[in-house]
């Protein structure tokens, strides 16, 4: 059974433990390695053309606009299909309860005929937010299993949770 992870990560200014505090590696992007180094599988993070600003409170309000506006921002390269892969792992951090808009623009060009799709979110307190059901909507076809939250200050040391739970999702 072939996996995918693909991901959104933000490095640079983060909210953490109720502080902005500057990461060297965005939580969802070692969250999403954690998982490929669990199951295997291959890693395709999702990139804006237009990067969100580097200040987080401008970002975060950036990230409310689109979500209110149901952007679609233009991502650099996308994925043309799915057709090699089994499992799909979609890692990315909680905005506004949902993953970023960014996530919608790459995961709306595929087709989720008889893939099973695992939901991961970072957050700093809202859990899987309204994200798997966000997913249901827009990957028609697809099966779901179980989602995963994990709170992105204890990212880096989520790894035996992170392998555990991917293990008995494929």
């Not at 952007?71 to 089994?86: F, H, Q, T, W």
Request: with cysteine.
């Amino acid at each position: 059974m072939a996996n995918l992870i693909i991901y959104y990560s933000r490095k640079g200014e983060n909210y953490v433990n109720g502080r902005v505090e500057n990461l060297a590696k965005g939580n969802t992007e070692i969250v999403a390695e954690f998982i490929q180094k669990a199951v295997g599988g291959d890693l395709f993070e999702i990139e804006t053309v237009k990067e969100y600003s580097s200040d987080y409170y401008e970002c975060i309000d950036d990230a409310k606009a689109e979500l209110r506006a149901g952007a679609r921002p233009e991502v650099k390269k996308y994925l043309d299909n799915i057709d090699s892969y089994d499992n799909i792992f979609v890692c990315g951090p909680c905005w506004w309860g949902t993953f970023p808009m960014a996530v919608f623009t790459q995961l709306e060009k595929l087709d989720w005929s008889g893939k099973k799709v695992m939901a991961v979110m970072t957050h700093e307190g809202s859990g899987l937010g309204s994200c798997e059901r966000d997913l249901k909507k827009i990957c028609a076809g697809a099966s779901f299993g179980k989602g995963l939250a994990v709170h992105g200050a204890d990212a880096a040391k989520s790894e035996k949770t992170v392998a555990s739970w991917a293990k008995k999702s494929v």
